[in-house]
């Protein structure tokens, strides 16, 4: 057998190295020795090649061809990296330059698939003669082109918040192991995995809660944008028949006699209906909401079945199952953003899980992350109110003055004030909708509260024919205030 040795000739002769023809030689120092090199992680290609070869194969590195889609599996690694990246943000500072270099490169690599994704457009090419004729080009696809550049821009966007958090000094965080009696006090029971934050013992200065209010409704806007990207994203997926064989036959069934009669009442107010739900856990929101999806897939599916002998046959006037389809769909949208964080419905997880569109699935995982990460960060944020207004309020007991109002309608007070210069979200993102045809802009009418609180929700209480004409999320979005950026500020 051949093998590598090295013989010295003499006392202190040079070294003489046998080796196998066509391999390298150690790097040796002056003495003879083996030089020990720096040691190195694997390079940006290898890690790419790697992270492509785990896609191609589904996930299933034994090569035994169990493994997922192309689609889910690239899902799954936009989700499973935006988890190791951003599942260490606890505290409202800048992310450490070694997270967000990586998130920037591998979101990148992930991202870069969508190039790829290509239509066929008409487009004009001047012959040599000067005559033009007409040919198709091959264009990234429409949803891709409008979508991936815009969230890009919100995850800067959100990304520039955090650094907006450097060097301030008014508040601070504690490790749970060194805080008091006090600090204790002010931490949230249900998020006992998040450094407590501690402010001064009167409580933040007046200058840093607007400017924290100001943060937090940039957040907020990305918060909506993502979501409204996710839904119609979603909303574009087909319906897995698994799904549908699961269903119940109508939406009685789906709903619940008492939630249906109130659906279906001739007089219908969400905020009411919301009001007499049970919606104290997170497992009665995500129930109710996953009641509400089937229903609309039901009414949907018998307002557009043509057979009537089926057993998908229609019992009630389409213009009656239009109209409780809007309904269900409104409580779904004030459910969206009363409880942002909340877990996929079981509609969503089965249209992700049986989708096959690479693109659709890069869209909506990558919109979900953003709007995960935004609903983080406004999580913390209203940590340091809510401790700024303990703090107040220990305060004034001990001077014994009068307990001060509760921070978030001092802070609603504040905000409301008329300051010119307001703008829509679209306008706050440079966002032109000109690029499609599935997303139109109107002009913002206030925030959703401010809605729920006007006289015109009687079109929701009122019975009627809905318009024929079906608007977007994105649209219903807007028009509930959702897209109403923050106010400029002097």
């Given amino acids: 057998m051949d093998e590598r040795s090295t013989k010295s000739q003499g006392g202190g002769g040079s070294p003489k190295e046998v080796r196998k023809v066509g391999t390298a030689s150690a790097p040796t120092n002056e003495g003879g020795g083996t030089r020990s090199s720096p040691h190195k992680g694997p390079s940006d290609m290898d890690l790419m090649k790697e992270r492509f070869a785990k896609l191609l194969l589904g996930e299933d590195m034994s090569g035994g061809g169990k493994g997922v889609s192309s689609a889910l599996a690239l899902s799954n690694a936009i989700t499973n990296l935006a988890a190791s990246v951003f599942g260490e943000q606890k505290r409202l500072e800048p992310m450490p330059p070694e997270r967000r270099a990586r998130w920037r490169k591998e979101v990148d690599w992930l991202l870069s698939v969508t190039d790829h994704i290509v239509e066929l457009v008409p487009s004009q090419q001047q012959l040599p003669d000067g005559s033009n004729m007409e040919v198709m080009v091959t264009r990234q696809r429409g949803d891709l082109l409008v979508n991936i550049p815009a969230l890009r821009k919100l995850d800067a966007m959100l990304f520039d918040c955090l650094d907006n958090f450097k060097g301030q000094s008014e508040f601070g965080y504690v490790d749970s192991k060194d805080e008091n009696e006090a600090e204790k006090a002010s931490r949230h029971s249900d998020k006992w995995w998040i450094p407590t934050v501690k402010v001064p013992p009167g409580g933040l200065s007046d200058s840093t809660k607007k400017w924290l209010q100001y943060q937090k409704d940039c957040v907020n806007q990305v918060l909506k944008a993502a979501m409204a990207i996710n839904a119609q994203i979603l909303s574009e997926m087909e319906i897995p028949e698994s799904y549908i064989e699961a269903l119940p036959k109508n939406g009685r069934a789906s709903l619940g006699d008492i939630i249906y009669k109130s659906i279906t009442d001739e007089f219908f107010d969400p905020e009411h209906f919301l009001a007499a739900m049970d919606l ?132 609603e007070k504040t905000c409301s004030e008329e300051v010119p210069g307001c703008m829509t979200l679209m306008d706050f993102m440079g966002w032109s909708f000109d690029q499609g045809d599935n997303v139109k802009k109107s002009n913002s009418t206030g925030d959703l509260d401010e809605y729920l609180k006007d006289p015109e929700k009687e079109k929701f209480m009122v019975s009627k024919t809905p318009d024929s004409k079906k608007v977007s999320y994105l649209e219903r979005l807007e028009n509930w205030g959702g897209m109403k950026s923050p106010t400029a500020r002097q």
């Fill in 280 to 411: 104290t856990s997170e497992h009665k929101v995500l129930d109710l909401k996953n009641r509400i999806e089937a229903s609309i897939v039901i009414w949907q599916r018998k307002m557009n079945q043509k057979d009537g002998k089926s057993s998908w046959g229609s019992g009630v006037s389409l213009e009656k199952r239009e109209l409780f389809e809007e309904r269900a769909e409104t409580i779904l949208l004030i459910l969206k953003h009363q409880f942002p964080g909340i877990p996929q419905s079981s509609l969503d997880i089965t249209k992700i899980q049986y989708n096959e569109d690479v693109g659709h699935s890069v869209l909506e995982s990558y919109s979900r992350v953003l709007e995960s990460l935004a609903s983080a960060v406004l999580g913390r944020i209203d940590d340091v109110l809510y401790a700024d207004n303990i703090a107040r309020n220990s305060s004034t007991e001990s001077n014994g003055k009068q307990s001060p109002p509760n921070v978030e309608e001092t802070i």
